[in-house]
């Protein structure tokens, strides 16, 4: 079956980073558009950024626009999101999901979510 784990959430001061990973198994992962969601305490979850099987194409929430930047690697079906600049705003569990070809804002356009990753920023 799918799984998509993800890894790399931590504590950071607002101004550093972090690089989060997805491993993905059970799919033909480079047939798959991926996203990173994220989900605050009280809050919807909320897109972030989104990739095209191939990675030729791309999208990003305007609040992280310029800071984080969403990468894959088909031949380790691992998707990254290279969080820069990073806010207490940005503060969240952090979850990757797929779907069949073309990459979508919407969470419920995804069929494969991992567990979650949290990201805690501290100002």
């Known amino acids: 079956q799918v799984q998509l784990v993800e890894s790399g959430g931590g504590s950071v001061q607002a101004g550093g980073s972090l690089r989060l990973s997805c491993a993905a198994s059970?799919?033909?992962?480079?047939?798959?558009?991926m996203g990173w969601f994220r989900q605050a305490p009280g809050k919807e979850r909320e897109f972030v950024a989104a990739?095209?099987?191939?990675?030729?194409?791309?999208d990003y929430a305007d609040s992280v626009k310029g800071r984080f930047t969403i990468s894959r690697l088909n031949t380790k079906n691992t998707l990254y999101l290279q969080m820069n600049t990073l806010k207490p705003e940005d503060t969240a569990v952090y979850y990757c999901?797929?779907?069949?070809?073309?990459?979508?804002?919407?969470?419920?356009?995804?069929?494969?979510w991992g567990q979650g990753t949290q990201v805690t920023v501290s100002s």
């Open positions: 999901a797929g779907r069949y070809v073309f990459h979508r804002r919407s969470a419920s356009d995804y069929n494969y």
């Open positions: 990739m095209s099987g191939s990675g030729s194409s791309m």
């Open positions: 059970g799919l033909t992962f480079s047939n798959y558009a």
